[in-house]
């Protein structure tokens, strides 16, 4: 087994160093970039939301900006890509976190479990399972000599947004957080919230700052409007901002400002899904277990750039991570 998950590290390192995301000159300028082997495992929906450990091993990998030279430890931010896997939103988002002194850590959770998107055919990896990555990159980060531990946040897109949604979950850092350790924060960015778990009310003391358009089709912000209400109202520091107008993907600067057509896409916008009971993720319509092939899976929606609504979330984040993390 050891060989195996060598070998396959070794497959990964060399798929993020080759096909990995393109660098403009402005993006380079940091003062170390490494590329880390993650040891993680796939895990099933049910097994992730019993807690269990005893799925397949497999390694991932992760790119690792330190912004500036030194011993100083910096706050981190890890990053979790959406179905379609890590695109150019990053060369928007990376320039900007360095930039205020900020290391970033961009996990690829697919390469290593021989994925490319999952956009057509989501059954290809659990909905949850980047939140049991993003706790073993939390794990990894923590050790790094040129890393704050307490300093760490959690920042997803689309399906590693809603991974990074619901790491804020007390029940699942229970189960899957090292003792002793907590993201400082948490950024969802246009996560899918039509899934109602156990105890999901019960989150972490943290911030938690979602951001969404008002037009997405892909995923609706309404469940997220109603989940973020309870929250408010149990007390948490959670809070969801909504851009007018702005559709799926809105900081995906590669797409056309006019909405654009996924055809092959699926979609759960229609779907209205609980846990019921432990472990089990049932249609609530027709109370049978949920599957990708329900009448509820549609596909065709849209996605789309808002510079608009791009620029005012740069901003928001910005502002947000000066104060959480104690910038000077």
Known sequence: MRVKLLKSAMVVVAFVCLQGWQLRPAEAQVARLEVHALASMTLTDKQILLGRKDGTPVMLAGELRIPQPGTEK???????????????NLNRWLPELNGMGIATFALDSFAGRGIVSTTTDQDQLARLAMMFDAYRALELLAKHPRIDASRIALMGFSRGGQSALYASMKRFQS????????????LPFYALCNTTFIDDGNVSEKPIRQFHGSADDYNPVAPCR????????????????????????????ALPTTPVLQPRSQTT????????PLGEIVNAKTGTPFTH??????????????????????????????TAFSLK
């Not at 916008?269 to 019921?276: I, P």
């Open 74 to 88: 910096l706050p981190a931010i890890v990053l979790l890509q959406p179905s379609g896997g890590f695109a150019s």
């Open 175 to 186: 189960m899957y957080a090292s003792a002793g350790l907590g993201f400082a924060a948490y």
């Open 226 to 253: 109603s989940y973020f209400e309870r929250l408010r109202n149990a007390g948490k520091d959670a809070i969801l901002t909504e851009y007018p107008d702005a559709h799926h993907v809105f900081d995906y600067a």
């Open 269 to 276: 916008r229609n779907c209205v899904l609980k846990e019921e």
């Open 293 to 322: 092939s329900d009448p509820c899976v549609e596909l065709g929606p849209h996605t789309g750039y808002d510079p608009a609504a791009t620029e005012a979330a740069v901003t928001s984040v910005k502002t947000f991570l000066h």
